[in-house]
């Protein structure tokens, strides 16, 4: 596909949703609800607890830049998860760069999200997710390559509040995420995001499942064929998440590698002209 057709193609909205002008209306849409939001939880709690109204303000003031430590690869705790309904993952936990990536993600097709560790990739990659269950784009398939990598993803949506489900081999699972497991079909069917490596997903138990929206974190270090099997599911919408400045797919055949297998989808969507959003 030539580069502009390519890029047109990855700015179209998602099908199937109203449809932003540009990043640039969706953060703006964003902004607007989270405002409510947070007008609406401001005087829940100065009903409940008319002494508690001054501390909640300043504690979402503490943790407004999505920093801090916690859950993820990168610290990417924003609250304590005791706030996981509305802080974990929500706007006002963001950074501008991160708000300009769930903004993306809800404005084009495709969305890459490109930085280092420590910029907040994993919890920006909730965020995302959050935003996408809204404005009616589930349930989400997030995959990574590594179980390592999903773990956290499960970790971080539990925390934010979303009904997600682990798919994968006990054995590979962190022990304290095993009750988020998947065991039968029905739990798939409830779930609004169903966590698992790329490879899983195109095993028999999601043979018949179809998604809204498709999240791969690591993409960069994972073969393009391997992004593929995920989005072979069903995604009106893709966010592709990493960084192809650190380590890139992992190819043992020397021939292989000679052929093109080395290139992730990332890679050749930004060489494609697809530009990441960057998270600094």
Not at 82 to 88: E, L, M, P, R, Y
Not at 112 to 137: E, F, M, N
Request: charged share 15%; aromatic share 2%; with cysteine.
């Amino acid at each position: 596909m030539p580069s502009g057709e390519c890029i047109a193609a990855a700015a179209s909205p998602p099908s199937g949703v109203t449809p932003y002008a540009s990043p640039l209306a969706a953060l703006e849409a964003l902004e607007a609800e989270d405002k409510e939001e947070g007008d609406r939880n401001t005087t829940a709690s100065a009903n409940a607890n008319p002494n508690a109204n001054t501390s909640a303000n300043m504690s979402v003031q503490e943790h407004g830049d999505g920093g801090g430590g916690g859950w993820g690869p990168d610290g990417d705790a924003g609250v304590d998860g005791s706030d996981a309904g509305t802080g974990v993952g929500s706007l006002r936990t963001l950074n501008g760069s991160q708000r300009a990536a769930v903004a993306s993600g809800l404005a084009q097709r495709f969305t890459l999200v490109q930085g280092p560790p420590g910029t907040g990739k994993t919890y920006t990659a909730v965020a995302l997710t959050k935003a996408w269950l809204k404005h009616g784009l589930g349930p989400v398939l997030c995959c990574s390559e590594s179980n390592v990598a999903v773990d956290n993803l499960v970790e971080g949506l539990i925390a934010a509040g979303v009904p997600a489900v682990r798919l994968g081999r006990p054995e590979a699972v962190r022990g304290d995420l095993s009750q988020h497991m998947v065991r039968h079909e029905g739990q798939l069917r409830a779930a609004a995001a169903v966590c698992c490596t790329c490879a899983a997903a195109g095993g028999d138990m999601l043979e018949s499942a179809r998604f809204g929206a498709v999240l791969l974190d690591e993409a960069s270090q994972q073969v393009e064929l391997a992004s593929l099997v995920a989005l072979a599911r069903g995604a009106r919408a893709v966010a592709l998440v990493g960084d192809h400045r650190q380590l890139p797919p992992t190819v043992l055949s020397r021939a292989a590698e000679h052929q093109g297998m080395a290139v992730s989808l990332f890679d050749r969507l930004q060489a494609q002209g697809v530009a990441p959003v960057m998270l600094p």
